[in-house]
């Protein structure tokens, strides 16, 4: 089946203004975004951040105190979970545990009242493309964990929804079988054009597999962009830190006038300013952190390197490996060749210096805000 791109036009969910107490306490605080027709959009967030309650409010478990939730242009004020067209799958999975799988799955359409010749169709069609054929005829309790988040999925898909909630589906799996799954319901979304909105607290998940990723704080909606950008230009210093690992190194920086040129002092080094904090560099008190990612630092010779520091840590991650540095200024993350690492100990000298310089950011050291756009060019 050919891929179906996404409808920006007709969202088929849009989530206006949306706000949500309980006890007292605001679990949502105005949130806004839009979900388009045939797209997997991702809320990603931290414990507590209000990734569940969005999703019950959009699936009428819940009612919003103010706000308005649109499903394909309708207003769903009022409206029962049943009349939402919505199917929510959840880490629990909720399986009948006295029901095959066969009949896990077919339960939709029984309770719809589709004929027995529909239903043996439709469960045949779903279990071929969730490869899961040879365990209909188990109970959930004599399944594998991923053997049951398959027959979860199918249970749901089979109801063709507008709107599929996801509410991290994939948290109680191994590694190994998240990435595999993950990996199977984006192929899924693409070729049958379904709509997806799922909730995770795991940036590698949002970063492999969503269209846009609506990155939510503390019951606020902080940023809403393409998973690259979100990375690449994170609206404040919270996000950047959330998202990658290792995890950005924050440092503090300065501004240095010499004749014409203006250096950015960092590290206990000191270079020319790229380009993109020209905009910023009029004042040279002003207190802010350098973001710069972990790929942005190589190793070089110690004696022409513009950072020396000693390495405190070497840990492995197959064929990368990340360095932990320290020097009398800064501590630093980097992300190198691991076969680069073989001659390397603990207490050893190094040097470095950064790389990308378009790609390094700018952060208020009091608010975290970031303070300059990215190049559109690179060096």
């Known amino acids: 089946m050919t891929n179906i791109s996404t409808n920006q036009e007709h969202p088929v969910l849009d989530v206006e203004s949306v706000s949500k107490s309980f006890r007292g306490e605001s679990a949502l605080q105005e949130i806004s975004f839009t979900v388009p027709e045939a797209s997997l959009t991702v809320i990603l967030g931290s414990a507590g951040a209000g990734k569940t309650t969005t999703l019950r409010m959009i699936a009428g478990l819940d ?32 399986l009948y545990p006295n029901k095959t799988g066969y009949d896990n799955i077919a339960s939709p359409l029984v309770i719809r009242g589709e004929s027995r010749e529909v239903i043996e169709e439709r469960v045949a069609e779903m279990a071929k493309t969730l490869q899961i054929g040879h365990i209909l005829q188990r109970l959930p309790k004599t399944m594998s964990g991923g053997e049951r988040q398959r027959i979860a999925l199918g249970r749901a898909l089979i109801r063709t929804p507008n709107l599929f909630l996801l509410d991290e589906p994939l948290s109680s799996l191994d590694a190994k079988l998240r990435i595999e799954l993950r990996a199977e319901l984006r192929r899924m979304q693409r070729d049958h054009g379904y709509t997806f909105l799922m909730a995770t607290p795991d940036f590698n998940e949002a970063m492999a597999i969503a269209d846009t990723i609506v990155m939510l704080r ?86 022409d390197a ?60 009091t608010t975290g805000q970031r303070l300059c756009s990215l190049q559109e060019t690179a060096f």
């Not at 105190?65 to 049943?82: M, N």
């Not at 840590?313 to 993350?333: F, W, Y």
């Not at 980097?334 to 210096?353: A, F, K, R, Y």
């Open 63 to 94: 009612q919003p105190d103010s706000g308005k939730v649109t499903l394909s242009g309708q207003d769903v004020a009022g409206w029962e979970p049943k009349d939402r067209n919505v199917a929510m799958i959840f880490d629990n999975l909720a």
């Open 306 to 365: 513009t950072i020396k520091a000693a390495i405190i840590d070497i840990e492995s991650l197959g064929p990368k490996s990340v360095l932990t540095v320290q020097n009398d200024t800064a501590e630093l993350r980097i992300m190198v060749e691991s076969v680069d690492t073989v001659d390397l100990s603990p207490g050893q000298n190094v040097g470095i210096e950064a790389v990308n310089l378009n790609k390094l950011l700018v952060f208020d050291q």
């Open 218 to 303: 503390e019951g606020k909606v902080v940023q809403t962009d393409k998973p690259q950008k979100i990375y690449d230009e994170p609206v404040d210093r919270e996000v950047a830190s959330f998202v990658g690992a290792p995890q950005i190194n924050l440092v503090e920086a300065r501004f240095m006038s010499e004749g014409d040129d203006i250096h950015l002092l960092f590290a206990g080094t000191r270079l020319l300013i790229p380009e993109h904090f020209k905009e910023i560099a009029g004042s040279e008190s002003r207190a802010f952190e350098l973001g710069i990612r972990p790929e942005n630092l190589r190793l070089v010779d110690s004696s």
